[in-house]
């Protein structure tokens, strides 16, 4: 199983009290396999760098609330300066968790424009 990056909107109309949107077709959701909530997103170099939201996969799923999606996305510039940090923490490459964190930029980018939050799961 993967982890995937969604834009939520709030819907009382819903049972769930939200939707999702679909995302255009050139938007990659990719977040990371499952194993990467720990590995990776709750890892202590994720802590070290000043982490508080994607940490949070390594317990639950992500649900970003729409007055937290700028400070999210501030969160992900800043591991997006660091990833070699990540990457020797993690194993992964490079760039492979840079593109999941373009798709979280991605995502917080939609988000503001749509009043939402952000989902990861």
């Known amino acids: 199983m993967s982890l995937a990056v969604h834009v939520w909107i709030y819907d009382s109309d819903?049972?769930?009290?939200?939707?999702?949107?679909?995302?255009?077709?050139e938007v990659s959701e990719a977040a990371g396999p499952e194993i990467a909530r720990t590995k990776l997103w709750g890892s202590?170099?994720?802590?070290?760098?000043?982490a508080t939201f994607?940490?949070?996969?390594?317990?639950?799923?992500?649900?970003?609330?729409?007055d937290d999606v700028e400070a999210f996305a501030v969160e992900c510039a800043v591991l997006m300066v660091n990833?070699?940090?990540?990457?020797?923490?993690?194993?992964?490459?490079?760039?492979?968790?840079?593109?999941?964190?373009r798709n979280f930029i991605s995502a917080a980018?939609?988000?503001?424009?749509a009043?939402?939050?952000?989902?990861i799961w």
């Open 14 to 25: 819903k049972p769930s009290g939200y939707w999702i949107p679909d995302a255009p077709e």
């Open 44 to 50: 202590e170099a994720a802590h070290g760098l000043g």
């Open 54 to 66: 994607l940490p949070q996969l390594a317990e639950r799923d992500l649900r970003v609330q729409p």
């Open 83 to 101: 990833l070699a940090v990540l990457s020797a923490a993690s194993g992964y490459d490079e760039d492979r968790i840079r593109g999941y964190l």
């Open 109 to 113: 980018d939609r988000a503001r424009q």
């Open 115 to 119: 009043g939402g939050g952000v989902l």
